[in-house]
């Protein structure tokens, strides 16, 4: 196992250079040899020492596991999460009313109708602004912290179990990044939740946050970030382990040619149908904490566990069917969205992972 550079076992008062060797870490991180291409390129060292072959004739735009890989990766996530989780604020809206009042709207196509008779057609794009913050913050995380904590734990595994363990690597820096993720989407899922489901809010993020702060103080956009996270981490491990895991099966078992053989195009429209058979998933796993988190912004001086207990088991699905058709259509457009960035701006874009020479060898090695 690599040794990790004596910055980052310093002490408190080394804050710098603890964080310049948790790039260096990252920087040299073995995890671009598992996905090591071949491709209609010749090689090229995009991380030190560390070959990996470009799926196209141009050359990146910055090396792998670089600062401004990070940064890049982060703007992907931006546009992904900030662009598709405001073109659905509809669905969202009708998804919290059937969630925090199923007696009044008892359905997708119902909650539609009463929303759209009782305050018209614009009162659908309520929450949208909050939304956008929010999400393209949590994004910018998401996507971004990944990408970071893919690489250090890759670091610390190894090149062989990096392989060998990759579905438990894409589940823990999964999970890592999110954590970030929920505290940096928290105060606008809240300003957001008021404004589509409680009657009487204002109307607007420039009226909604003052009230919050008013009534709640600082805790008022922070008191769902618990729920969030038993929502989101759960979420996002099944969005990013599922679907490493789908594109790596579909190009085994379903795609008719290599990876290195198909267009950016068709890798693109891999992404997407990998992306929505994950988020199927993840609208499954995650939907009993989205439906608490809903409620608890509703209700307020409520526990998560108050409201749980109240919603009861049957409760907790409520709005399950347009959830998966939104969460789905989303998770497939993210990924897709955060893909078209790499290729556009020309980031390394590793393919799915291979195992390493020296681990194929110790295998035949004990087959023998």
């Known amino acids: 196992m690599p040794h990790l550079p004596v910055s980052l076992s310093a002490a408190p008062s080394y804050n710098i250079k603890m964080f310049s060797g948790l790039w260096d870490v990252a920087k040299s991180s073995p995890f671009v040899r598992p996905f090591e291409a071949q491709c209609d390129a010749p090689n090229k060292e995009v991380v030190a020492k560390r070959n990996i072959a470009a799926?196209?004739?141009?050359?990146?735009?910055?090396?792998?596991g670089s600062g401004t890989y990070y940064a890049l990766c982060g703007f992907g996530g931006l546009l992904s999460c900030g662009i598709t989780h405001t073109a659905v604020?509809?669905?969202?809206?009708?998804?919290?009313?059937?969630?925090?009042?199923?007696?009044?709207y008892k359905g997708i196509f119902n909650g539609f109708k009463v929303s759209v008779a009782e305050e018209g057609f614009r009162s659908l794009a309520k929450g949208w602004a909050p939304t956008c913050i929010g999400y393209s913050m949590q994004g910018i995380c998401k996507f971004g912290f990944y990408e970071v904590f893919k690489i250090l734990y890759s670091n610390m595994l190894g090149e062989e179990n990096t392989y060998?363990?990759?579905?438990?690597?894409?589940?823990?820096?999964?999970?890592?990044?999110?954590?970030?993720?929920d505290i940096a989407l928290s105060p606008m899922e809240a300003v957001k939740v008021r404004i589509q489901t409680m009657p009487g809010f204002a109307s607007t993020l420039r009226a909604g946050a003052p009230i919050i702060y008013a009534q709640e103080g600082l805790w008022g956009f922070y008191k769902g970030v618990v729920p969030l996270w038993c929502r989101q981490i759960p979420y996002t491990m099944m969005k990013f382990a599922c679907f490493e895991r789908t594109v790596e099966a579909l190009y085994e078992y379903v795609v008719p040619k290599?990876?290195?053989?198909?267009?950016?195009?068709?890798?693109?429209?891999?992404?997407?149908?990998?992306?929505?058979?994950a988020g199927v998933f993840c609208a499954i796993v995650s939907h009993p904490a989205d439906t608490i988190v809903s409620k608890l912004n509703q209700a307020k001086g409520s526990s998560a566990l108050e409201v749980a207990k109240g919603l009861g088991f049957a409760g907790m699905w409520k709005g399950l069917f347009p959830r998966i058709i939104m969460i789905g259509t989303l998770t497939a457009l993210q990924w897709f969205i955060y893909d078209a960035v790499k290729v556009t701006l020309k980031l390394p874009r590793p393919p799915p992972p291979q195992m390493p020479e020296s681990l194929r060898l110790k295998l035949e090695a004990k087959q023998a």
């Open 258 to 277: 290599p990876r290195d053989q198909c267009s950016k195009s068709e890798q693109l429209v891999v992404t997407f149908a990998a992306g929505y058979i």
């Open 164 to 181: 060998l363990y990759r579905t438990s690597l894409y589940l823990a820096a999964s999970a890592s990044a999110e954590f970030f993720a």
């Open 89 to 104: 604020v509809p669905l969202d809206l009708v998804k919290c009313r059937i969630q925090v009042d199923p007696a009044k």
């Open 55 to 64: 799926a196209d004739t141009e050359e990146h735009s910055c090396e792998y």
